[in-house]
């Protein structure tokens, strides 16, 4: 049988069965796992990032950890828990401060500002470099009030995640794709009625006869809509 555990035993509460230098070990590990988190979370792309920034979610996803286990396991000692603290805290202070006065590694670990939307057309080239599902584009449109993409004259994927979204002026409007799900369901590879149409790809819209097979000359993709104004 296990020795029962005596309450405020602060050898145990502090180092448990480990040497003092058993926490220099635990600061490498934890500026190990930063480094891994980090690079994880740079690879997986904005849609993993939104609202918070990747340093951010590092700092979280880290003193979470940390902070879990020694609350309620006897065996994992708080003087481990505090150098985790210490070393994530000084990793974060340190890559953000280099992020801030170094432009190229912002730009790597934060990512840039990316065009996904110009008027009225997905930038498809933009659009799939950054990993970023047609489907979720719609639903920030929709919920910022887009009913059509001729309504929209920018749309910027920012290093956050979050889809930054400038209108057309009244005016301006143009017909273009619709995004509501039941219009979008309606598409077709064969116009039977005359119109103008848009590509379900890219948003791309041109007068069309009946009785084509058209492809669209800027994606040369073969799903057409009826335009909506």
């Given amino acids: 049988m296990k020795d029962p555990v005596s309450p405020f035993d602060w050898q145990r509460i502090w180092l448990h069965e480990y040497p003092v230098t058993y926490l ?4 490498f590990r934890t500026f190990f796992m930063f480094i891994v988190i980090l690079a994880a979370l740079t690879v997986s792309g904005k849609r993993e990032v939104r609202q918070l920034s990747v340093y951010e979610l590092v700092l979280l996803i880290g003193l979470g950890s940390a902070a879990g286990d020694p609350m309620f396991y006897h065996d994992v000692p708080l003087g481990a828990a505090v150098v985790v603290f210490i070393v994530i805290m000084v990793c974060y202070k ?6 801030d006065r170094n432009r190229t590694i912002r730009e790597k670990l934060e990512g840039i500002p990316v065009y996904v ?5 997905i ?4 659009f799939n470099d950054e990993d970023l ?19 929209v004259r920018v749309a910027i994927l920012e290093p956050n995640g979050q889809l930054s979204l400038y209108k057309q002026p009244d005016e ?5 794709l619709p995004i509501l799900p039941k219009a979008l369901a309606k598409f077709t590879k064969h116009i039977v009625v005359s119109g103008t149409y848009a590509c379900t790809h890219c948003g791309n819209t041109q007068p069309m006869q009946p009785d084509k097979d058209p492809i669209c000359p800027n994606c040369h993709k073969q799903a057409w809509v009826l335009a909506q104004r």
């Fill in 24 to 27: 220099g070990e635990v600061a």
């Fill in 94 to 99: 340190f890559i953000t401060r280099l992020s």
């Fill in 117 to 121: 939307i110009e008027n009225g057309c």
């Fill in 123 to 126: 930038l498809t080239q933009n």
């Fill in 133 to 151: 599902g047609k489907d979720e584009l719609f639903v920030d449109l929709r919920q910022a009030g887009i009913e059509q993409l001729g309504e």
């Fill in 172 to 176: 301006a409007v143009r017909p273009g």
